[in-house]
């Protein structure tokens, strides 16, 4: 049981491109996050959603697409790459009726040349 | 607006040693509180958490933390530092309501030396 996954595990694109990354997990978990790494920022987050076709915005989502179909998928797009969005991007996920604390994936390391 | 405050972007200590890993937050409302910890190259792993009850927590691998209301800080410390210890930690604060996503602090690394 992965719990959860993101693929790819790194990417390396080019500006301008369209590029999405993915998030699955096994846990049924209603609530699911993406999130950026960033040195001297610690995590920021993007988008969330509390269940299927119900997503919000985050701290910082300029640039950024989501969509939620599925329980166990969350997938972040970003629709015309910049050099400013390269990152590691973290997807979390919280139960319902959970103290709050949240499960992170593994991250995916995306370069934009 | 809630906000976490982590003193100190890197902590150096020796093996052995007390470690001591300041958090302060702001929240206007009763906070949950988190500590994770991230080796490198991996996701983040939580360590702790406060939600309601004992003030002392404890964690895993050793760790525990304090929720001071009146002092408004969550620190984390461990009596006795390990080499494996070494990684990057981060506080986080949530107010107590479903759904609400975690605002984090910049991070601290702690580096331990032998």
């Known amino acids: 049981d992965a719990g959860i996954t993101q693929s790819p595990r790194y990417k390396i694109t080019e500006t301008g491109r369209q590029v999405t990354l993915m998030c699955h997990q096994t846990?049924?978990?209603?609530?699911m996050f993406w999130y950026r790494q960033d040195l001297g920022h610690g995590l920021r987050l993007i988008y969330y959603?509390?269940?299927?076709?119900?997503?919000d915005k985050g701290e910082v989502p300029d640039g950024y697409v989501v969509s939620r179909s599925k329980t166990e998928n969350f997938p972040l797009t970003l629709e015309s790459a910049t050099r400013s969005q390269t990152s590691v991007y973290f997807c979390?996920?919280?139960?319902?009726?959970?103290?709050?604390?949240?499960?992170f994936g593994p991250g995916t390391r995306l370069t934009v040349t | 607006a809630q906000s976490v405050t982590q003193l100190g972007s890197h902590v150096s200590v020796s093996e052995g040693a007390l470690v001591l890993l300041r958090c302060n937050y702001s929240?206007?409302?009763?906070?949950?509180l988190f500590w994770y910890v991230q080796y490198p190259n991996q996701g983040l792993q939580l360590l702790l958490k406060?939600?309601?009850?004992?003030?002392l927590v404890k964690g895993i691998n050793g760790f525990e933390a304090e929720f001071k209301k009146s002092e408004t800080s969550f620190h984390l410390t461990k009596p006795s530092a390990h080499m494996s210890d070494a990684a990057e930690y981060f506080c986080?604060?949530?107010?107590?309501?479903?759904?609400?996503?975690?605002?984090f602090g910049k991070g601290t690394t702690l580096s331990v030396s032998s």
């Open positions: 979390a996920t919280k139960p319902t009726g959970g103290r709050g604390e949240q499960y």
């Open positions: 846990w049924s978990h209603s609530y």
């Open positions: 959603s509390a269940a299927a076709d119900i997503t």
């Open positions: 929240s206007s409302v009763p906070p949950y």
């Open positions: 406060y939600t309601t009850g004992a003030t």
């Open positions: 986080a604060v949530t107010p107590n309501q479903a759904g609400t996503a975690l605002i």
